[in-house]
């Protein structure tokens, strides 16, 4: 199963972003996957198990902070469908 999710941002300057789980910095490690563009984040968990079900949060730092948090729930081992969450 993978998991994907979206943030957007829009402002005078790009924003830092910044992914936890948990409260914990994600770390980019081929599994998981953050990419930033000038307004979008993106967030792939590939082969998702139950141990990334969490709260995951996007920090967006510019000017101001923002964040948007997500649940995720892992339920099986494998899904037939890739699952997309958004805000």
Same mark, same amino acid.
């Given at each position: !199963?993978?998991?994907?999710? /979206?943030?957007?941002? =829009?402002?005078?300057?790009?924003?830092?972003?910044?992914?936890? /789980?948990?409260?914990?910095?994600?770390?980019? =490690?081929? #599994?998981?996957? !953050? !990419?930033?563009?000038?307004?979008?984040?993106?967030? *792939?968990?590939?082969?998702? @198990?139950?141990? =990334?079900?969490?709260?995951?949060? *996007?920090?967006? #730092?510019? =000017?101001?902070?923002?964040?948007?948090? /997500?649940? *995720? @729930?892992?339920?099986?081992?494998?899904?037939?469908?890739? @699952?997309?969450? !958004?805000?």
């Amino acid at each position: !199963m993978n998991l994907s999710t /979206i943030s957007l941002a =829009d402002g005078s300057h790009q924003p830092r972003v910044t992914w936890t /789980i948990e409260g914990k910095p994600l770390q980019d =490690d081929g #599994r998981v996957r !953050m !990419m930033t563009t000038r307004n979008v984040s993106t967030l *792939v968990v590939n082969q998702a @198990i139950r141990s =990334d079900t969490g709260i995951y949060t *996007v920090f967006l #730092r510019n =000017d101001d902070i923002c964040h948007m948090t /997500i649940k *995720v @729930i892992v339920v099986g081992k494998r899904c037939r469908c890739p @699952i997309q969450c !958004m805000g």
